[in-house]
Structure formats: C-alpha cells, structure tokens
C-alpha cells in the first residue's frame, strides 16, 4: 500500500474546510442578506402602507376640506353642529324635502330632481314663450301688413276724398256761381214783377186822367195792355192838342202883350205836387222830431227828405211846403219818424200836415233823368256821380233814358263858358233827345237848384261838403 502524502492530506483537508467555510460563508451571507432584504422589504411595504395611509389622510383631509366647503360647514365645526344646521335647513329652507334619512346626496338627489321639474317647466314656458312669441311675431306681421293694407286703403280714400273733395268745390263754386246767376236772375225778375205790378196799378190808377168817353172804355177793360194803350191815345191826342197851343203860343211873339200875359196867366202852374204821401200825426218839440203815417213806408230809407204842408190843398205848389224832415227810422209798414230840419215860428209843423216828396211814391223807387252838365260847387267839374249819389240817398232811382214811368229830368244845362263845350257834343245830344222824349210825355223838367231844394240842401252845404244837420228855429 502506498504511503499518503500528508502535505496533500493537509492540504486536502485545508481545502475541503475551506470550501466548507466558503460553504458556510455563503449560507450565512445569503441568510443576513436574506433577511436583510425581507426587511427591507417589509420596511418597504410598511413605508408604502404608511404613505398610502398618510396619502389616504390627506385625501380624506381635502375631501373632508372639500366636503365642509360644499356644505359650508364653518372651519372647526363639529359632527353635532353640522348635522344641526342641516336639520334646521331641511326644516325651514327644504320643507318639502321628506327624504330619510336626510342627507347632502339626497337633498341633492331632491334638488336634482326639482330642478328638472323646474327646467321642465321653464322650457315648457319657454317652448310656450317661444310659440307665443311666435304667434306674436305672426300677429305683428299680420298687424303690420293690415297696418299698411290700412295705409294704403286710407292713403287711396284720402286721395278719392281730395278728388271729390276738390270735385265738390267745383261743383259747388258752379252751384254758387249759378245759383248767384239765378238769384240775380230772380231779383231782376221781382224787380220786373214789382215794375210790373206798379206800371199795372198806375196803369189802374190812370183812368182818371182820360177823356169821359175813354174812361167808359178804360173801365170796360182789364188787361193792362189795353188799358196802355187807351192811355197812350189819349197822350197822342193831347199832345197834337199841345203842340197846337205851342204854335198858337209861338204867334202870340207879335201879338199884343197884355194878351201874352193873360195867355199865361190862364196857364196853369206844373210845379204842384201830386198829392201827399202821408200826414204827421204827432210832433215832438223837445226831440225835435214827427211821427209820420204813410200809405206804405216800401222804398223809404232814412236820410230821406220830406216836404211838409197845409193840410188843406191836396195838390199845394211844391213852393208852398212850411218845412222839411229828415227820415230818421222806419218804424212800422206806415209808420215813420223824422227829425224837423226846417220850419218856422210863424208855421210850426203841426199834427195833421201833409207829407209829400216828388222823388218818392209809396212802394217804389222814382225814376230820374239827369242831363247836360251838372254843377254843384261852382268848381268847374262834372260832378254828375255826385248828384247820382245824392238821388240815390233820397230813395230815388236814375235811369239814362225817359220813359212815361220817369218821375222827372233834372237838366244840368251846358257847362261854363270857360271849359268850352269840347267833349259836350255827345251828351248835347242825349240831353236835347230825353228833354224831347220828356216834354212828349209830360214828364216834369227841373233844374239843379229846384232837384236840390226837394232833397232840402243847398248849393253852400255841399260847398261846405256836409250836409244840414237838423234846424233849430
């Protein structure tokens, strides 16, 4: 056998402890370590679980933070306190809140629940609001397109409205125009009927002027025309009657003058008036004035003269008249009142005189003829519009031609020396024609002064240009 080599063997065993305690090295190392690691491990995990729990603590921190401020719950209030305020708000501001148990999520739930009822309703109104204003928009463009269908249907009644307004108005000018024509045209047609009728009543009244012979006939007819012309015969007659004196007037220039004298001495006067137009039947010394009776005041005017007279001669000289009056106020259909513009102490007008003017007729306006060259204020001038004028206020009515209806001819003569007759000729002639025509008809022929002291002026009060005022004796 052979013999171990003892450094191997010890070497061997040095080796085999070695790699025993390497062995045991290792197992222990890998135990610490081991355990070691589990602790840390578990550290680990305690760590993680603590910040787990501190991260949990936090959240539940913020979410209790959070938690108090949604409910609003005071920093530092209790359990008790914040279910006490809750109690008190679901009893008085969430009375109808009857969840149980009470809490935040179910008021909320609650509240969740009413605000859709409530957006329910209010969509509800506003789909309603909506469709009413809608409607409304509708019933606006409705109203405003009636509103301008109502403009236009106005503006087209405004326009036919002008049109028959403007229509109208001519119409109506034409209606006034014509019925301003036809009133003129009635008025010319009374004044006709009036001429008429009074022609007609002078022409009645003139039957006492004819011969006893026509005056048979005259009363055997009643148209007037025949009447006329009885009138007109007898005119004829007495005029070839006229003319026969006038020629055996015009012989009597040679024969002896105390014939010519006793010829016009038996010559009737024709300045007589042709009898009274009314009487005084009261006279007022202290007013100056007379109440007049008349057969029919038709045609006076005040300003008119009036001559009064001895009541005793029905036919006086126009002469012979005691005073004037002035026509002052009609005061009845025969009553009249007039102020006394002249009379004497030695013939005071008294009740019962007769009241007579030659430019006056009961019911009519007189006709007057002026010719020639009339003069009133010894200026020189025509002044015949003036005594036109004059005419007129005393009731009379001046016509340009006589006719046997003509009251009288006032003839003017030719006009002064000194102005000469240049531009006369024409009037020359119409004065030479209506003197004729009026010595045909047995018209009465005055002159200026004569016209002038009927109308109870004088040449000194037109001189004076005013007219007398009432005389006092």
């Known amino acids: 056998m052979a013999t171990t080599n003892p450094t191997v063997y010890r070497l061997s065993i040095a080796l085999i402890v070695f790699v025993l305690l390497t062995f045991i090295l290792t197992i222990t190392t890998y135990l610490f370590f081991k355990q070691r690691m589990d602790e840390r491990a578990k550290a680990q995990v305690a760590e993680k679980a603590s910040s787990e729990k501190q991260e949990a603590l936090n959240t539940a921190q913020t979410e209790n933070q959070k938690l108090r401020e949604w409910i609003g719950a005071a920093e ?15 009893a008085n501001d969430f009375a109808g809140f009857n969840e149980e148990p009470k809490s935040y999520g179910k008021l909320v739930s609650w509240l969740r629940g009413q605000f859709r009822d409530k957006d329910k309703a209010v969509q509800s109104a506003k789909t309603d609001q909506e469709k009413t204003k809608k409607e409304t928009e ?14 236009e249907a106005k503006s087209e009644t405004e326009a036919k409205r002008q049109k028959q307004e403007q229509d109208f108005q001519t119409r109506w000018t034409e209606h006034e125009s014509k019925q301003t024509e036809l009133l003129k045209a ?6 006709k009927a009036d001429r008429l009728e009074l022609l007609i009543a002078e022409i009645a009244g003139g039957g006492q002027f004819l011969s006893a012979n026509r005056q ?36 009597l220039r040679v024969a002896d003058r105390g014939l010519q004298e006793t010829v016009l001495a038996a010559t009737p006067k024709d300045d007589r008036i042709d009898g009274f137009d009314g009487r005084v039947i009261s006279v007022d010394e202290r007013e100056r004035s007379v109440l007049v009776s008349a057969s029919s005041t038709r045609g006076i005017r005040p300003g008119m003269i009036l001559h009064v007279f001895q009541p005793d001669d029905e036919r006086p000289q126009a002469g012979d008249r005691k005073g004037v ?29 007769g009241v007579a003017t030659s430019l006056w007729t009961a019911g009519t306006a007189p006709e007057v003829v002026i010719v020639g060259w009339v003069n009133l204020d010894e200026a020189g001038e025509n002044d015949r519009e003036r005594l036109v004028e004059l005419v007129k206020r005393a009731g009379g009515r001046v016509v340009d031609s006589v006719t046997p209806m003509t009251a009288m001819v006032v003839d003017g003569g030719k006009p002064p020396a000194e102005r000469g007759e240049e531009g006369f000729a024409e009037e020359a002639r119409r004065q030479a024609r209506n003197l004729k025509t009026a010595e045909q008809f047995g018209v009465r022929v005055v002159g200026i002064d004569a016209l002038l002291d009927m109308l109870g002026l004088s040449r000194s009060a037109l001189t004076s240009n005013s007219l007398p005022r009432a005389a006092t004796r």
Do not use: C, H, M, W
């Open 325 to 353: 009056v002035e026509v002052t106020s009609i005061e009845g259909p025969s009553l009249l009142r007039a102020t006394i513009r002249r009379d004497s102490n030695r013939s005071p007008i008294l009740a019962g005189d």
């Open 186 to 191: 009635q008025k010319d047609a009374e004044d």
């Open 216 to 251: 048979k006939d005259f009363t055997a007819k009643e148209a007037a025309k025949d009447r006329l012309d009885l009138i007109y015969a007898e005119l004829r007659d007495r005029a070839k009657v006229i003319d026969e004196q006038n020629r055996i007037l015009s012989s």
């Open 138 to 151: 509708q019933q606006l463009a409705a109203a405003q397109k009636n509103q301008k269908a109502a403009e």
């Open 76 to 90: 530092g209030s209790t359990l008790e306190t914040i279910e006490t305020d809750l109690n008190t708000l679901f």
